[in-house]
T-cell receptor
Framework: KQEVTQIPAALSVPEGENLVLNCSFTDSAIYNLQWFRQDPGKGLTSLLLIQSSQREQTSGRLNASLDKSSGRSTLYIAASQPGDSATYLCAVRNTDKLIFGTGTRLQVFP | DAEITQSPRHKITETGRQVTLACHQTWNHNNMFWYRQDLGHGLRLIHYSYGVQDTNKGEVSDGYSVSRSNTEDLPLTLESAASSQTSVYFC???????????FGPGTRLTVT
């Protein structure tokens, strides 16, 4: 059974820092991996989707990498801003289902 | 702009009552999904549909049902609400079965 783990569960950093969020999964037979952002009381916003054949995807200050063989993905946020404060979720796709991690709650303070 | 909406946004109901949560998307996506989000569990799949008249059970489907009579809507019904079904419910849709999923704003349901 696929299990997805995100470490750390919470992170607090000063504005301007570059930071890395980690996601690990137990079954490497995935089709893709998706990173989401969730603001308090809101829905999920898709940030990046990496296909199993890809090693990384970039969008603005965000870069996500995927190492399928080791069961890991990282989300790199460059020059963090207070507006980046949110919970970040990763989800892996096995067959037709998304399996979610429990998220990393990020706070960026001025 | 195309979007996915959920209603109501907040609902309080009593144990044993039937409750229906609405999900409506204007992307014309064939694939729609219902999840629940609970502390310590993350998001878990309840039901999903790949097209009109198609429905499938997810990881935590007991006590829930869905029906798909058109492309735009996938209502989620709790046949007899239980306190264990207090949660935040999210609907999502995607263009392809394995494609990027887009989420609605969620419905917070409290069963007393």
């Amino acid at each position: 059974k696929q299990e997805v783990t995100q470490i750390p569960a919470a992170l607090s950093v000063p504005e301007g820092e570059n930071l890395v969020l980690n996601c690990s999964f137990t079954d490497s037979a995935i089709y893709n991996l998706q990173w989401f952002r969730q603001d308090p009381g809101k829905g999920l916003t898709s940030l990046l989707l990496i296909q199993s054949s890809q090693r990384e995807q970039t969008s603005g200050r965000l870069n996500a990498s995927l190492d399928k063989s080791s069961g890991r993905s990282t989300l790199y946020i460059a020059a963090s801003q207070p507006g980046d404060s949110a919970t970040y979720l990763c989800a892996v796709r096995n067959t037709d289902k998304l399996i979610f991690g429990t998220g990393t709650r990020l706070q960026v303070f001025p | 702009d195309a979007e996915i909406t959920q209603s109501p946004r907040h609902k309080i109901t009593e144990t044993g009552r039937q409750v229906t949560l609405a999900c409506h998307q204007t992307w014309n996506h064939n694939n729609m999904f219902w999840y629940r989000q609970d502390l310590g569990h993350g998001l878990r799949l309840i039901h999903y549909s790949y097209g009109v008249q198609d429905t499938n059970k997810g990881e935590v489907s007991d006590g829930y049902s869905v029906s798909r009579s058109n492309t735009e809507d996938l209502p989620l019904t709790l046949e007899s609400a239980a306190s264990s079904q207090t949660s935040v419910y999210f609907c999502a849709s995607s263009e392809r079965p394995g494609g990027e999923q887009y989420f609605g704003p969620g419905t917070r349901l409290t069963v007393t």
